[in-house]
């Protein structure tokens, strides 16, 4: 199983990033996926999740400027993010479970290992 997250990089405030996360060894399209963040000495937050039937969620910092996606053909998660924000910087980090309750607590059964975002001019 794996999950590899990519995309990350070095934008200026309001600019955009699209963030991957391309899975494989698991049943992509039973599982329900979210993305989380986590900023230096800050905890891990849930930023964005998507059930298996393609529901999402956001945190309300995040509502309005990213939209997280699944391609279930590709077994690829995205979260394209618009409007960037110095305090969007962090390391993004993509994961899973079959279980939504698990991935909303931090707890799903896989975990990529991350992409770095730095929002600065």
């Known amino acids: 199983v794996q999950l590899v997250e990519s995309g990350g990089g070095l934008v200026q405030p309001g600019g955009s990033l699209r963030l991957s996360c391309a899975a494989s060894?698991?049943?992509?399209?039973?599982?329900?996926m979210a993305w989380f963040r986590q900023a230096l000495g800050k905890e891990r937050e849930v930023v964005a999740v998507?059930?298996?039937?393609?529901?999402?969620s956001y945190v309300s910092s995040a509502k309005g400027r990213f939209t997280i996606s699944a391609d279930n053909a590709k077994n690829t998660l995205y979260l394209q993010m618009n409007s960037l924000k110095p305090e969007d910087t962090a390391m993004y980090y993509c994961?899973?479970?079959?279980?939504?309750?698990?991935?909303?607590?931090?707890?799903?059964?896989?975990w990529g290992q991350g992409t770095q975002v730095t929002v600065s001019s």
């Open positions: 998507i059930d298996r039937n393609g529901s999402t």
């Open positions: 994961a899973a479970d079959r279980r939504m309750g698990r991935v909303i607590s931090g707890n799903g059964d896989y």
């Open positions: 060894g698991f049943a992509f399209d039973d599982y329900n």
